[in-house]
């Protein structure tokens, strides 16, 4: 157990390097779709709250996003291989019996 949260930590670590790292990385999404298409029709919109953390590209984002769904597919599995090897019908060897009779 400890191993593999080590591992999850050495992963995580590894997905982080590259964003402080590379700065000014440019690829759009969705998210800056759809600001784009609010600022169209309503100019003078403002957003409820902003953000906590900028990341430092739109890279970034779509890392981060790879991350979640890399560490949300990884507790699946290991939901479904946990829950598959409960139900899973153990075969019982019988015991042999002490007293061996000719």
Same mark, same amino acid.
């Given at each position: 157990?400890?191993?593999?949260?080590?591992?999850?930590?050495?992963?995580?670590?590894?997905?982080?390097?590259? /964003?402080?790292?590379?700065? !000014?990385?440019? &690829?759009? %999404?969705?998210?800056?779709?759809?600001?784009?298409?609010?600022? #169209?029709?309503?100019?003078?919109?403002?957003?409820?709250?902003?953000?906590?953390?900028?990341?430092?590209?739109?890279?970034?984002?779509?890392?981060?996003?790879? /991350?979640?769904?890399?560490? !949300?597919?990884? &507790?699946? %599995?290991?939901?479904?291989?946990?829950?598959?090897?409960?139900? #899973?019908?153990?075969?019982?060897?019988?015991?042999?019996?002490?007293?061996?009779?000719?």
């Amino acid at each position: 157990m400890k191993k593999s949260i080590l591992l999850l930590f050495l992963v995580v670590i590894l997905a982080t390097i590259p /964003l402080i790292t590379q700065q !000014g990385t440019d &690829f759009g %999404g969705a998210d800056g779709e759809a600001e784009e298409a609010i600022t #169209k029709i309503q100019p003078e919109y403002k957003p409820w709250f902003n953000s906590i953390w900028e990341p430092p590209g739109t890279e970034t984002e779509s890392l981060l996003f790879a /991350l979640q769904a890399a560490i !949300g597919a990884g &507790f699946i %599995g290991y939901f479904i291989g946990v829950t598959r090897q409960r139900n #899973k019908p153990t075969k019982q060897v019988p015991e042999k019996s002490k007293h061996v009779t000719h």
